[in-house]
């Protein structure tokens, strides 16, 4: 038994690294951009998935952590391994301040404000006070790192393996930490929040500490990010960039770690199947597949394997023949 | 010339009065979207993709059936309201009872998919709509020049915001309404047809959108994204005014419309930002908007 699971882990772990052999230019490019994004949607499932807090402005933090990596690199000439630490822990400085007043928010107006949050990031990152530091809207270019030289790789191989290694790390870090106690106390928040308080968790610092560590995590994706794509300006973290990461983590299945692998190639891989299926109009297509997505894995993709899997019985949801009743939005009040 | 605060006076009243138009649809959009969330828990995504088919209904009826501004500005309205109703009745209907987040993502992929189709089908350039003969030229206030177009779609919308906040405060099926945002299980049981009242709401909501499209047809150009730089805005003023507060979408529509245009006159590099500076402050002091009322 054990000798099998390692072989499935080493075969596994043999598919991620065998395209940096067989694959190069854009199409590896387009690998490597897919586990920058996986980093990303790993940290907003951290928030969302496992705590139950709505951001839709994980884009921000992803913003956040790319210039930070880019601005140490080219102004004050840190190697650009070292950009990594110091993005996530720009993001998630930001992330645990974003904490504190969003304890005070729950569901659709968390998702509201942290969105509010992703329209501001690339208005603020345009601003002329800034210039200096930022480029404007004009951004930064940075410079591919080279391969060491006792390596005998191109930059594109070495660059896949590089984030995969990172990747890889992120998420035996968030699978060690989504263990027992603190998974629990998680989730305890997530399903019921009062019930979790009775039981002497205490809610506002599980919260903000995964605020923290979710923004931290997808800032260091975005210092990755910064590094593959060699180049941050304003409009690359457009606040469809933070509803890419959303679509990406209830796509791939929220609460789930391969789920945001399965996430991260939705969102990296369908904007561009569409363009191939109709050129003129590729969101309509992306717009159905999402929308289709939903209907059929309301779960993600990880729910849906779970679901196939293991032949067990699905638990009965289906909600019968009436008009089920929409979910309590606001009172409506004229006063 | 005369100055007021140092600025010239035109220059003033000229963004405020473009501030006080931006508020008009921040209004009807930020009211559309209020009602909405109230009854269905829905953050209406699809809201700016429907003000512009607005736009674009009151352009096909002019250009495909010679139906003019004034019948369109009714007919584009129930059009779209219906398209609205079908929507909601065929796909939204089906993500009750699940998370909030499956609508919000499902209406975000209907907007893909309607903006996707309007840009597949006119391009994204921007189609003319010319200004009804009737509101041409403009009016001298003294103090201003002001295009009578502007004037109208202020006071028009102002009118329709009063219309649909008495619509909801006096009428029986306002009442209802607030009922069902308040308690939908117990209003059904009281034997109102609460899908029937979901329906109609999110058709109304989508007709205030509509209808704010075709005001807007004649200033900006008809086209596939005018509705994507609204709605990121109105979101901002949803969570400034506080959720569920009709009177609240109607005030600080306006009121951050009026603050925006004022910025750009007396620090222009803030005016993009301003609404969402206003709403971190907002957010700090009262969490549950200006005039909402804490959960």
Redesign the interface.
Known sequence: MNARRTALWLFGAALLVAPAFLMSGYRLFQLTSMAVYAVAILGLDIVTGYTGQ?S?GHGAFYAIGAYTGAILMTQFGWPYWATLPAGGAAAALVGYAVGF?AL??????L???T??LA??VP??LR???LESWTGGAQGIVVTAPDPPAFLPLSQDAYLYLFTLAVAALLFLLARNMLSGRQLRAMIAVRDHALAAEAAGIDIARVKTRAFAVSAGITGVAGALGAIVVQFVAPDSFA?TLS?AL??GL?VGGSASLPGALAGAAFVQFVPNLAETV?K?????????L??AA??LM?SGVAGALRRTLPARLRTSTS?GKA????????????? | MMMVFGVPAPLLFGQLLLGLINGAFYALLSLGL??????????NFAHGALFMMGAFVAWMLLNYLGIGYWPALILAPVIVGAFGLLLERT?I??????????????T??????I???F??EYGSSGLPYQIPPQLQGATNLGFMFMPNYRGWVVFVALVVCLAT?LL??KTPLGAR??AA??N??LV?AFGVN??RL?SLTYAGGVALAAFAGVLAAPIDSVNPNMGTYFI?VV??V??IGG?????GSIITGFGLGVVEGLTKVFYP?AS??VI?LV?VIV??VR?AGLF??A?
């Open positions: 709505v839709l007043p005070r928010l729950t569901g659709p107006y998702a509201l404000v969105y509010a329209v501001a208005q603020i601003a002329r006070a606040a509803i959303f679509v209830v109709n003129s109009a590729p969101g309509v297509i992306y717009g159905v999402l929308v939903l209907y309301p909600p008009t089920p009743l929409p979910n309590k939005g606001a009172t409506i009040h004229v006063d | 209020a009602i909405i969330f109230g009854l269905l828990g829905i953050i796909v209907r089906r993500l009750y009872g699940l998370d909030h987040l499956y609508g919000l993502l499902l975000f992929g209907l907007a893909l998919v903006e996707g189709l840009r597949n906040w909801i405060d309404l607030r945002t308040e939908a299980a059904q609460v899908p979901v990121n979101f901002a949803v969570v959720m569920g507060s009709i009177i590099q993009s930002t969402f709403m957010l700090l969490p909402g009322k959960a």
